[in-house]
């Protein structure tokens, strides 16, 4: 097994704006050559089992001291790739069970994700993406996919290749699957539940 003996990593990207927790662990691992899931557990995770890991879903941390050196990345921008500014705001317990408890029916239980953003220069997955009130992609006007169109697999929020628009399962590039685009009522919907999603997951100045 690979060791790292240093406090920070080479690389450390930040997180992009209402970018998700997975994702940015995935362009972490991707920039810094970690290539297998298990070593997230010695170098970002030391706290949590493998199991956790394999199942994290964009929840809060109990925890962001071992990222945030890692990552050189303060506590403040990594709850902003998670729910807890939201759930904060409607002053709720921020743990992540309770915060799964307090969004069941809200979120998605898969990744969904936009091929066309997957085309930009730096891409990543959204936290918005997650949210079933959200009928599409905003930018681009069109349906979110669920799946790999190449082989059908569902895509994790976490798996291997830590890579960021490949499918897990066939490797295809998920930028290349075709669109549909969304009717034009639907389209503004989806641009007015984003842009309220984005005021609820992101810090006020005096969160920050």
Not at 72 to 77: E, F, K, N, R
Request: charged share 20%; aromatic share 10%; proline share 9%.
């Amino acid at each position: 097994m690979r060791r790292y003996h240093f406090d920070t990593l080479p690389v450390h990207p930040q997180p992009e704006p209402l970018e998700s927790l997975t994702s940015y662990v995935i362009r972490l691992a991707e920039a810094n050559g970690i290539q297998a899931r298990y070593q997230l557990h010695s170098i970002f995770f030391p706290n949590r089992s493998q199991t956790a890991i394999r199942g994290m879903a964009d929840l809060p941390l109990a925890d962001y001291e071992v990222l945030s050196t890692m990552a050189a990345c303060s506590v403040a921008a990594l709850r902003a790739t998670t729910f807890y500014y939201l759930v904060n705001r409607f002053n709720r317990p921020t743990s992540s069970p309770r915060v799964s408890d307090f969004l069941t029916g809200c979120l998605t239980r898969r990744l969904r994700y936009c091929p066309l953003c997957l085309q930009d220069d730096q891409p990543y997955y959204s936290l918005t993406w997650r949210f079933l009130t959200l009928p599409g992609c905003p930018r681009h006007g069109c349906r979110f996919l669920d799946r790999c169109l190449q082989c059908g697999r569902e895509i994790p929020f976490l798996a291997a290749p830590l890579k960021i628009g490949l499918c897990p399962g066939c490797g295809a590039a998920l930028s290349t699957s075709q669109v549909e685009p969304l009717e034009p009522h639907q389209h503004h919907l989806a641009q007015v539940h984003h842009r309220d999603l984005a005021f609820l997951l992101s810090p006020q100045p005096e969160e920050a």
